[in-house]
């Protein structure tokens, strides 16, 4: 199953970080330091925490400024709810549980007493004494006049309607059946099948449904059940979880048995790796101080050998493990002397990781990159903390790849996708590396502007605090300096989401083989559209292709109609919404997926503006959604529709917007060719 939706509230720094939205694969956290991303990472792990790691403390959890009420009993820690998560089902877990439950939402949040408490949203309803009170009234005269025809002298044994008053005597309507209040009146009712008259086929078909009805409801707690056995895990990773090159293992031993582990980081990462061995530093330690027997002892010395053997074995099958792993994610070059292989050794009192390069030569781990070593240590933890259930684990990264390069973090950016494929992944970051500019619908900005309320996630690109969006800003600057003079041809838009949906249909009609917008034309958008005019003028200067494709609107019509912008470009280099769209005067780029978008907006927002939509077929659509939608957002919107692309073919479109845009993109290369 995937995260879809997450809220955090009474937490160290967090009062309420309202709900907001986690993307399906990978979901960026950024902000600035002190904003309160570690800490949002750290209470989401605690929504399905590995083996070993620590619950919630009240005393360092709970808010500070509040703990007062805690202290006095006004709050109590069981009334208190820290983390709330939204599940989507997989097909995998559809393939678990009844059909009926296949569009339910997994519901599952945690309190400050670390109690979990799950539901299902969207679920079938539950059935209640009152949605079978009529149906049991009929059925139990039937059964009243039964027994009384078969049994006439019965003076002393109670009828069924008397023993079934007594079983229900604490049923209110509201009241709802669960397998423990149910369980005598069922076996009661199965009991008492025999006085159903076999040829009356309606009380026996009532008979049938009502007991089917009251066993319903333990089908949606074994379905409960069920999903809680396969709640993805939550893996955090931060820097500090490191694996040391070298590890005296009784020295770690001696500090495990005398609970005298006081950083909680320092011996993290081999306590991991000792967990993915499967040994403890105990074992490892008597086997290094274990001496050969007498070599006169046969079974002796059986003994020994396999005891070594196995320890050899065990170390060379987590070396491989580790080490396809990393050369999957790492990449190395084969041209480069990069770290690829590694290996795990035990001698004597000591476990050592190395790093054996092209030349066969083993060197400490510690001398290999901080960046080969922090990919090491990762996976040393997922893999340990995940154990079997990794396959179905969430990654939590706190600053990932911060000891690379710039440029290899931009690189390492792309390592993240590849990790997110398989594992739903959510990061933090300050880094602009970190960000593509593509990327930018995938971002939440944390940000903590005010002590009294607490950390907030926007999920629009929006922030208070300009240090919360510096990232952005500077990832966007980069890919603008990067791109506004290396590509001979450039088409300018107006804004972020005119980017978003030229770029996501481009690449579904490309994937679709339907239309391919020419891959050497970069996408500028300019933020406004009175902007455009200024990029056009500085790219046309440095003698590039350029074009521009402005909304139909009064700002795009005031842009189209400015002197300077036609002079520099000409007409015909100005295109506009309104001549790939039938009969909307002042269409905007989202007229050109009018009809696609009204479905999105119906999945979204739950309102349906299709018969508007028929009435006013030259309104532009997001008149009619600003309108009609409550808390409409062109960027929400925007957002929608790029993960709706991600799951959907072009041929999904309707046949006029494909049309359409594929008539746009051929006028679009053609002048930019």
């Not at 750290?42 to 360092?60: E, H, M, N």
């Not at 005019?533 to 009064?554: G, M, R």
Request: glycine fraction near 4%; charge should be negative; aromatic fraction near 8%.
């Amino acid at each position: 199953m995937k995260l879809i939706k997450a809220r955090v509230q009474n937490y160290r720094s967090i009062k309420d970080t309202g709900e907001f939205e986690i993307e399906e694969l990978k979901t960026i956290m950024v902000g600035p330091n002190e904003a309160g991303k570690t800490v949002l990472l750290k209470a989401l792990q605690q929504l399905s925490r590995p083996t070993g790691v620590k619950g919630f403390d009240i005393i360092r959890d709970f808010p500070r400024s509040l703990y007062n009420d805690i202290t006095t009993k006004k709050v109590k820690p069981e009334e208190v709810e820290i983390v709330r998560g939204y599940f989507k089902l997989d097909e995998e877990d559809k393939a678990e549980i009844p059909a009926e439950f296949h569009d339910c939402e997994y519901v599952l949040y945690r309190k400050l007493n670390n109690k979990g408490i799950h539901f299902l949203k969207n679920a079938p309803k539950k059935i209640t004494y009152g949605d079978l009170k009529k149906d049991l009234k009929r059925l139990i005269i039937h059964l009243d006049k039964q027994f009384a025809d078969q049994n006439p002298d019965a003076t002393t044994e109670k009828k069924p309607s008397e023993t079934i008053a007594d079983l229900t005597k604490t049923f209110y309507d509201s009241k709802t059946f669960t397998e423990e209040n149910s369980k005598e009146l069922i076996k009661y009712l199965d009991d008492t099948y025999g006085l159903v008259d076999e040829d009356n086929d309606k009380e026996e078909e009532r008979h049938t449904e009502i007991l089917e009805l009251l066993k319903k409801n333990n089908q949606h707690d074994e379905v409960l059940k069920t999903l809680d056995k396969r709640t993805p895990v939550f893996v955090l990773f931060n820097n500090y979880f490191k694996v040391k090159p070298s590890v005296h293992l009784e020295h770690l031993a001696e500090r495990i048995e005398k609970n005298l582990l006081e950083d909680e980081y320092y011996d993290y990462g081999n306590l991991c790796l000792l967990k993915l061995l499967g040994f403890t530093a105990r074992e490892l330690s008597e086997i290094g101080n274990t001496e050969s027997p007498d070599k006169n002892d046969t079974d002796a010395l059986n003994d020994y050998r396999d005891t070594l053997d196995n320890r050899t074995y065990q170390l060379n099958a987590a070396s491989i493990k580790l080490t396809n792993e990393i050369k999957s994610i790492w990449n190395p070059n084969p041209n480069r002397p990069e770290a690829e292989r590694l290996r795990i050794s035990a001698d004597g009192q000591y476990l050592k990781v190395v790093v054996e390069d092209e030349l066969g030569v083993e060197i400490e781990l510690d001398q290999r990159s901080e960046g080969f070593q922090w990919l090491v240590s990762f996976f040393v933890v997922f893999f340990a903390e995940a154990m079997d259930k990794h396959k179905n684990a969430i990654l939590l990264l706190d600053e990932p790849g911060m000891s690379l390069h710039g440029l290899k973090q931009r690189d390492f950016r792309e390592t993240i996708s590849r990790l997110a494929i398989t594992n739903q992944t959510i990061y933090t970051t300050h880094s602009p590396f970190l960000v593509g500019s593509n990327e930018l619908d995938l971002v939440r900005v944390v940000e903590l502007k005010d002590r009294n309320e607490g950390t907030k996630v926007h999920t629009t690109i929006s922030s208070s605090d300009p240090a919360g969006l510096l990232p952005l800003q500077e990832a966007l600057g980069y890919d603008l300096a990067q791109s506004l003079f290396s590509q001979q041809r450039n088409l300018i838009l107006e804004g972020i989401t005119d980017y978003w949906y030229l770029d996501a249909t481009a690449q579904l009609l490309r994937d679709g083989k339907v239309e391919n917008l020419n891959d050497k034309i970069a996408l500028v958008f300019a933020n406004s559209a009175g902007k455009v005019v200024y990029y056009a003028t500085i790219l046309y200067a440095h003698n590039l292709k350029v074009a521009a494709l402005l909304d139909s609107d009064v700002a795009g019509d005031q842009t189209a109609k400015q002197e300077n912008l036609v002079h520099t470009l000409g007409n015909k280099n100005i295109l506009r919404t309104r001549d790939y769209v039938s009969n909307i005067p002042k269409a905007e780029i989202e007229d050109l997926l009018r009809q696609t978008l009204i479905k999105i907006v119906k999945d979204e927002y739950g309102v349906d503006t299709k018969k508007t939509s028929n009435s006013q077929p030259n309104r532009p659509i997001i008149e009619i959604f600003s309108k009609e939608v409550p808390d409409f957002s062109k960027y929400k919107l925007a957002k929608a529709y790029v993960r709706w692309t991600r799951n959907n073919e072009a041929k999904k479109l309707q046949k006029s917007e494909l049309e359409n845009w594929k008539k746009m993109i051929q006028k679009i290369n053609k002048i930019l060719k």
